[in-house]
């Protein structure tokens, strides 16, 4: 029996002697379904611990849940054995026969900890076990954990062996969701090739290669020594440039500058197989963002744009653009950087179009120095938010990230869902249009020690929607793409990626048996 096990506890198994594994102990009590496990729910569970010197969870039992849910989720003791296999995780009481107000009666803990979700919406279930937990004199506390959006996992552990963490989650994710990724990558490049029209601000990115000269005399200021330059298509460009290398058939639609800018991304794409329409606006330059950088340390950067709003003319003429298409493309991604592009009016032309054609929309909303909304998406069959863009879309810094992510789902109506949290990884969410379950796997990001994450996003939006015009499902196409971003942050600057370079990838990795 493994240690996971032992610390497993069926609450019609709970006896006398086993109420004593808690007695004189200051116990934190959480409580939750914990189908499959993801930062979200280890933000919780790290909160809870700081309430206790010993954290017990309340693992909702197969006869608590609907049909649904019972044949959707893993069976109980599975669900209990994967939380028990945390180390900061005491025991696990599988309420089996009997709610968490039974529990909460047994061993009295000293604080329950629940997600800030049950102080708004709370279940009978939960309303009974809080009085009853407050006439025992303990406490209730609402917390999600700590928001973060930075990596802090070097501190604690060697590179070899976080990565080893990594591709053990990323193979338990495979076998989770019962996912044959040389299956998939075998026929990834099969015919036909789905017509994909991408649409968003076309941006340049060019990165300066610097020696560092040292402080000036005259003030404060670091001085350097500008080297050389090298330009990489950025924005928009880049996932038509990803969705053509991984097998789309692409059509891309932007506006630009009438500048050098403008025909470098021209040739770029025509490089990479991508019929571009360019309209040029002769009011503004093509946006552009210049990188700074000492070896692979990014000093600053600095951004040339314009942000007014499009003409009347301009308008129409992507309008016009995009109703002409319209019946020979199998999907439309929209890649917005909130620089001028996609309008209110173009959003509403995309939304009637996939509407009267069928056409499914994929749509990502990039506000990393800008101000966005991704929830003006509506009835989108994929958003790609990371977290800090869900949370501002939503005016939500509390709740945890299940709550966000049903939450934005709720408001945009939208099918699938890619929650970005950077270093962790993303979680996809799934929505069965049939019975309303929401499927959820977390996916961990496979390079530790990223070049560049400037276009890890991008090439995240474009794998999975090359991958859902495919005919894969979430699951399917997330796997892929988590291999399609690792590559992607591999080198300076932006460079599509195919599936050639996946399979070697994922043979590397060990992801999939290799081939020689």
Known sequence: MNASSTKVIMLTAFESETANLFSGDDVSLCFGLFNLLHPGHLRYF???KQYGSKLVVGLRGDNMLS??????????IERAKAVAALELIDNVIILDNGGLENLVSLIKPTTLVLGREFEKERSLEVYEAVDRLNRLGGRVVYEAGEIHYARSDLLFGRQDEIEGSRSKQFKSALLAQDIQLDTILAHAEDEPRPKILVIGDTIVDRYVACDPVGMSNEAPVIVVKELESKDFIGGASIVAAHVSALGGDCYYLSITGDDSHAHFV???LADYNVTA??????????????RYMVENQKLFRVSRLKEHRLSPDLENILVNRIKDLATSIDAIIVSDFVYGVITNKILDVLEQVSRQHQIPLYGDLQCSSQVGDISKFKDFKLLCPTEREARIALSNQDDGVEYVSNLLMSQTRCTNLV???GADGFIAYSRDLTNDFVYRQHFPALTINPVDVAGAGDSLLASIAVGLSRGLSLMEASALGSCVAALAVQSLGNMPVDYRAVKVFAEQQGLIPNAI
């Open 419 to 421: 929650l970005k949290l």
């Open 46 to 48: 790290q909160m809870a």
């Open 277 to 290: 329409d360019l309209i040029e606006d002769a009011s503004r330059p093509t946006t552009s963002k210049i």
């Open 266 to 268: 021209k040739d770029r």
């Open 67 to 76: 049909a649904v849910e019972r044949r959707e989720c893993f069976p109980d």
